[in-house]
């Protein structure tokens, strides 16, 4: 392992003060009533002279996530993702959504990481974010599930990455007679986390406010099973590697009271595994 990869200095298409308006803006919406949760995201560009399955065997080092993929589309087209959240999953008649809304930076010391994730629970912005999504949750999970079965079976737990811990909730529901894989998806897609509250209208403020379409950022990534099963995460901390570049895109769930620094800030520490990843990757190759 390469221990001493430089950070690359990737290009985003925000700079800083954009992007705390487009925050801004965001909550001016959020204030008219239109939204109550939008979540707004920037894209990062750096330079990758290396191989997809190299990043790929990096960022399986730096940041082990629940769901890994390196997809090779193509001769200089690949997607290489370490995703931490699940989008749906339906496994024997039971739909399960695991949404993660809350984040902090890891600490330095396993004393600071306890103290951040004390931190994050006890914030009163990300508590309220966390039970509005895992209400939208169940709201999703309820349009394919039988009457009464939609429960929520850990609510509020920290798990911790690389760079960043999230709050994490899981809901389940048994699937309705007469619905499939394809329904649990098509009912839950976009997931909430990454778009915001109400759906559609959260989807035309992104599209205005964010200046590139995000492409794959936030969609699915996953399998359907000949046994009617479907597992699938969301689209996060992957990047598109095409054309002598790595691009990677990290968001942040905008509400009533954000500050547009801190929301800035948590979107440049989830791309932090991807810059690490993207420089090591890189170095191996030009060595």
Sequence with gaps: IVEDAEQPLPRSNFSREEFERAVKRAKEYIAAGDVFQVVLSQRFESPF?????????????????????CLNFGADFSLVGSSPEMHVRLADGSVEIRPIAGTRARGLTSEQD????????????????HVMLVDLARNDVGRVAEFSSVRVTEFMQIERYSHVMHI???????????????????????????????KIRAMQIISELEKT?????????????????VDSCIALRCAVLKNGSAYFQAGAGIVSDSDPRREYEETVIKARAMMKAVAMASQIRTR
């Design 49 to 69: 002279a290396g191989e997809s399955l190299d990043f790929y065997r990096y960022l399986r080092f730096i940041n082990p996530s629940p769901y890994m993929f």
């Design 114 to 129: 306890d103290a951040n994730a004390a931190q994050l629970l006890a914030d009163p912005k990300e508590r309220a974010e």
């Design 168 to 198: 994490v909730s899981n809901v389940v529901g048994h699937l309705r007679a007469g619905c499939s894989a394809f329904d649990a998806v098509r009912a839950t897609f976009p997931a909430g986390t990454v778009s915001g509250a109400p």
């Design 213 to 229: 379409r995000r492409g794959c950022y936030a969609g699915a990534i996953g399998y359907f099973g000949f046994n009617g099963n």
